[in-house]
């Protein structure tokens, strides 16, 4: 039995391979991106013409598609592959069944001592439960004076839909790690986001789309941020408060501060699977759910930059990238897709000293380019950061490793900027491979990440807090339904990471369950003369460990002014974006009634907003 185990995984790693050499097919793309600019024609014609011209930039990539396309030869070799794979990871896992039992029955004694412990748990999760959602009390009224946006939400919806209001469309999420507002270089536009970064296929999906401006996450750390993906409601609501990133270990719903009973209320993966969606996840979960039991496609890599899968040393993107094209290839034709490709990249390895860890191929990649240092990246702006600010910061740790001189920040910078470009070519593949399918007329792409980044902005590294390099990040949405007019153009409206879910459920035709907070994107670019959006949004942050490692923060956001509340010491900032856009400036103690004015009004809405994502109201935010 071993060496039939051994053998399978030796055909396996060699299919795998061959499924490498189907992502070579972006050789091409990355051709373009070594040229350095982005061609003339993505910027007329959109993404559908780079992905065909790449194909023949080079005369290798140009050999490649052909072979891969035509049936005869490598496009029914791959197929076939793809379908011995399904097969021996079938018998993988039978061989794994077989020895789980083995395994089970040795330890049976322990594991049903285990047992008793987790019904014991899972029952005061139960009462935890039943205290939260099953009070009785009626959903209180929004407050009277809040915004006219903020309507309760009417009588409870059916998850099951009728099958005549399913779209029938497939849905691509390409869902990048700790992506800053401007880790895109959208060159398609009179005044590029970064001049030294290059992301051709991104810029190409935004000019045939849509690019959201002002998008923003509730809370920026991978694991809440996912959470809120999944369920379309802020952590107070889903209450994934605790840190559970890593791959490996099992999916215990003990992570949870509380066991939801019916997971299809929350996850938008189980609502579409139960509407007919073959539904995938390929890459990053980055919490400890059950969502992934239900799933036709589940892959799980996360918190590694390279691995050795067998014989063959993998990076994590490449990898994503082949599970991607996997799923795509295999997927059955008369069903709608979802598929959620859950890069790792550019997320740290957080262990490891040199943290960012792109391919080899890719190291030529600006390596004559110098990453300019942002403005507000000075002892000063570190000294304005409120008292609690201490070495301890973790912010400041990773400050440390990553910015604390000028060689090490280009170094961090180049490396992640590879790894960006890196998930762009990725991306590039999927999408020539949805061409190929036929099917770019009936998906709708979406590209965003879990949270932003300090590059060394404010003396500090990573997310955690509400300031703007942490909160604002990427979005592009591509969507067949799209007028003409509206394509290639951005929109400046707050839209939310609570809004992906329903946005994601409303484009298959299911309504979005009354417990998610947010709302269906496509509003904004299928009714233009629409007007009555959000213009301010609350914030939050748990503490992570201590205090001061990494404090708890709450925020109102508004284009204008952002009120900062830091619970752990009570402590209130405010900024005024208008003219100061870097958010150094605490006019907190400001004596200029306009000043003093504002703090007022902010403090209020911070509170009336605060207050609706605390309750257990059914309520749009
Ligand atoms: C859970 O949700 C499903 C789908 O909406 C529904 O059919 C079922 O009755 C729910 N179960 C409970 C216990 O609420
Ligand atoms: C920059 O920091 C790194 C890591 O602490 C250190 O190894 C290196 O010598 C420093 N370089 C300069 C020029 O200070
Ligand atoms: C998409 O395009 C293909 C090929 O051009 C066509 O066969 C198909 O009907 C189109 N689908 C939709 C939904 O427009």
């Not at 190409?204 to 809370?219: E, K, S």
Request: net charge neutral; glycine share 4%.
């Amino acid at each position: 039995m071993a060496s039939t185990a051994i053998s399978s995984l030796g055909m396996l790693l060699w299919i795998f391979t061959f499924i490498l050499l189907v992502s070579l097919v972006y050789i091409n793309i990355i051709a373009v991106i070594r040229g350095g600019q982005l061609p003339k024609n993505v910027v007329n014609n959109g993404f559908a013409s780079l992905l065909e011209q790449s194909k023949t930039t080079t005369a290798k990539g140009a050999a490649i598609a052909t072979s891969l396309s035509s049936e005869s030869n490598g496009g029914a070799t791959y197929k076939a592959n793809s379908q011995t794979i399904e097969g021996m990871e079938a018998e993988i896992e039978a061989l794994r069944k077989t020895k789980a039992k083995l395994d089970t029955e040795l330890r049976i004694g322990q594991m049903e001592e285990k047992i008793h412990s987790l019904n014991q748990e899972f029952q005061q999760w139960e009462g935890k439960f039943n205290n939260l959602y099953k009070s009785d009390t009626k959903p209180k009224q929004a407050p009277a004076n809040s915004s006219p946006l903020l309507p309760p939400v009417g009588e409870k919806k059916q998850h099951k839909v009728d099958s005549k209001d399913l779209t029938g469309m497939n849905i691509l999420l390409l869902y990048a790690d700790d992506w800053t507002h401007h880790t895109l270089s959208s060159y398609h536009q009179t005044k590029p986001l970064n001049t030294i970064l290059k992301t051709p296929i991104l810029d190409a999906l935004a000019a045939d789309g849509i690019r959201f401006t002002h998008n923003c996450v509730t809370t920026s750390v991978c694991w809440i941020s996912r959470a809120t993906l999944y369920t379309g409601q802020y952590m107070s609501r889903h209450k994934t408060t605790k840190p559970c990133c890593w791959s490996g270990l099992p999916k215990t719903k003990g992570q949870l501060d509380y066991v939801p009973d019916n997971w299809s209320e929350l996850s938008f993966y189980e609502l579409l699977k139960e509407n007919g969606y073959h539904v995938g996840h390929a890459g990053k979960w980055g919490i400890h759910l059950p969502f992934h039991k239900n799933l036709d496609f589940n892959v799980e890599d996360d918190g590694w930059h390279y691995r050795k899968i067998g014989k063959k040393l993998w990076h994590i993107t490449e990898k994503n990238e082949a599970d991607a094209l996997r799923f795509l290839a295999t997927r059955p034709k008369d069903k709608p897709f979802f598929l959620n490709v859950a890069f790792f990249a550019t997320h740290a390895k957080d262990s490891d000293i040199r943290q960012y860890m792109p391919q080899e191929s890719s190291m030529e990649w600006y390596k004559d380019d110098t990453i300019p240092v942002p403005p507000t990246a000075t002892q000063e702006a570190w000294e304005k950061m409120p008292y609690f600010f201490t070495n301890e910061n973790e912010g400041r740790t990773r400050w440390g490793v990553r910015y604390s001189n000028y060689t090490l920040h280009q170094t961090m910078m180049k490396n992640y900027y590879r790894m960006a470009t890196e998930v762009d070519a990725a991306c590039g593949a999927i999408l020539e491979e949805l061409r190929r399918q036929d099917a770019l007329n009936n998906t709708v792409i979406i590209f965003t990440t879990d949270n932003g980044n300090f590059h060394s902005e404010h003396g500090l590294a990573d997310k955690w807090y509400p300031h703007q390099e942490s909160i604002r990040v990427p979005l592009i949405i591509h969507d067949p339904r799209m007028a003409d007019s509206v394509k290639g153009t951005t929109n400046d409206e707050f839209t939310l990471n609570i809004d992906l879910a329903p946005t994601i459920l409303r484009a298959a035709g299911i309504p979005a369950p009354d417990k998610m907070h947010g709302r269906d994107m496509s509003e904004l670019y299928l009714s233009p003369d629409r007007t009555d959006w959000r213009k301010e949004f609350f914030y939050e942050h748990p503490v992570i460990n201590t205090k001061r490692y990494v404090p708890a923060s709450e925020a109102l956001v508004r284009k204008d002014y952002k009120y900062m509340y830091w619970p752990d010491y009570k402590y209130e900032q405010l900024f005024d974006l208008k003219v100061d856009p870097g958010e150094i400036n605490d006019l907190f103690q400001s004596t200029n009634p306009e000043h003093k004015q504002q703090l007022d009004y902010m403090r209020e809405r911070f509170n009336e907003l605060k207050h609706l994502v605390k309750s257990d109201e059914v309520v749009t935010l």
